[in-house]
């Protein structure tokens, strides 16, 4: 399964730029909700546990969200995944980076369309392992823009694409707004230069532009005011500002110019 491998290419730039972090550096604050990079890490890892679970555990799982469920009640959640996830600086680096690595490996040859199991609805494998290249993608994007550095794209992002495409609906859904009869038409350019299109092409609201920046807006790492997205008609701004292509409660995108990369 392809989106196995993109996982895994996802996971080795992150590691690759912050391998050789000292304990202090673990411990810098990002613009992601005052999230340090420690913060990032142990929650990618506690949801790639999940997910290893759903696949190869179930009965595992299924203890697992009944006390993630809990804690979501009682507004514990961080603090949950912290009394699972203890480790911190290089320990929860290696921990992560080798449960990243079995995890691609056991979804590769899966059936893509296999059913498992999630804190909400069932998804298929395919869905689950992209949803973690989105959240190694998304949080990522919070430490390079943190260190001022470009990330390596290639066209893996079509998978954060095809998600954020997904999630139309429940964009709307989710803000409690009603969803429009038809999505926009999305017309983006990959890094490579191929073009990408989704939607009706008689659809008169229209989205277009880089396929990264469309990825950062629906995973809400830039405010769609910070991007050079060209954005057509109601129904297309509407989506754009309440873009949200992962599961939870309702989320807003940064402020106008906060997510920006720094300059280092």
């Known amino acids: 399964m392809q989106q196995a491998s993109d996982f895994l290419e996802e996971t080795e730039i992150l590691f690759e730029l912050i391998k050789d972090f000292t304990d202090n550096e673990f411990e810098q604050k990002t613009f992601f909700k005052n999230w340090t990079i420690n913060d990032i890490l142990v929650h990618l890892h506690?949801?790639?546990?999940?997910?290893?679970?759903?696949?190869?555990?179930?009965?595992?799982?299924?203890?697992?969200?009944?006390?993630?469920?809990?804690?979501?009640?009682?507004?514990?959640?961080?603090?949950?995944?912290?009394?699972?996830?203890?480790?911190?600086w290089q320990a929860i680096l290696k921990l992560w980076y080798g449960l990243s690595k079995k995890l691609a490996n056991d979804f590769l040859t899966v059936d893509p369309k296999l059913r498992v199991k999630w804190a909400g609805p069932d998804m298929s494998a395919r869905t689950c392992i992209s949803a973690r290249q989105m959240e190694t993608w998304a949080h990522g994007q919070a430490i390079f823009d943190l260190l001022g550095k470009d990330r390596s794209e290639s066209d893996r992002i079509k998978n954060i694409v095809v998600l954020g495409v997904n999630a139309f609906g429940w964009s709307h859904q989710v803000h409690q707004l009603d969803v429009p009869q038809s999505m926009p038409l999305l017309k983006l350019k990959s890094p490579s230069t191929i073009e990408w299109i989704f939607g009706e092409p008689t659809n008169e609201n229209l989205i277009e532009g880089d396929a990264v920046e469309f990825s950062q807006v629906v995973a809400q790492t830039r405010n769609i005011a910070d991007t050079s997205l060209r954005v057509v008609g109601n129904s297309a701004r509407v989506w754009m500002a309440n873009a949200q292509c992962f599961a939870g409660p309702p989320e807003m995108p940064p402020e106008r110019g906060l997510r920006k990369k720094l300059s280092r």
């Open 46 to 88: 506690f949801w790639n546990m999940s997910a290893y679970s759903s696949l190869n555990e179930p009965e595992q799982f299924d203890k697992m969200m009944k006390q993630f469920l809990s804690a979501v009640q009682t507004g514990k959640l961080r603090s949950y995944e912290n009394s699972v996830v203890v480790q911190r």
